[in-house]
Nanobody
Framework: QVHLVESGGGLVQAGGSLKLSCTSSENILSFNYVAWYRQTPGKQREMVAR???????AYADPVSGRFAISRDNAKNAVFLQMNNLKPGDTAVYYC???????????WGQGTQVTVSS
């Protein structure tokens, strides 16, 4: 069982920044990709940013240009730098590690991000 532990959430004013961290108990390069998702009550969890083992990144349109995903391979850590935050970014943010074959899909416990207007 792989454990993912997020940290860095909190309350911030609109226009501010936060940096989320996710530490994995296993080598993050053993996964096809690591990603950040977010979820608000009553809505489906949505992908925010994804980083493949090969270094390719993808962002959801609402956060493109404001958020940046990165990793520290030596620390098995993944980060999400969030700038120019908006009230619409308020959500619980989850770290995800996914591998296609063998199939492995792990989630962290989530960290709350609240952006006030």
């Amino acid at each position: 069982q792989v454990h993912l532990v997020e940290s860095g959430g909190g309350l911030v004013q609109a226009g501010g920044s936060l940096k989320l961290s996710c530490t994995s108990s296993e080598n993050i390069l053993s996964f096809n990709y690591v990603a950040w998702y977010r979820q608000t009550p009553g809505k489906q969890r949505e992908m925010v940013a994804r980083l493949t083992g090969g270094g390719f990144v993808a962002y959801a349109d609402p956060v493109s240009g404001r958020f940046a995903i990165s990793r520290d391979n030596a620390k098995n850590a993944v980060f999400l730098q969030m700038n120019n935050l908006k009230p619409g970014d308020t959500a619980v943010y989850y770290c995800n590690a996914f591998n296609n074959s063998p199939a492995r899909d792990y989630w962290g416990q989530g960290t709350q991000v609240t952006v006030s207007s």
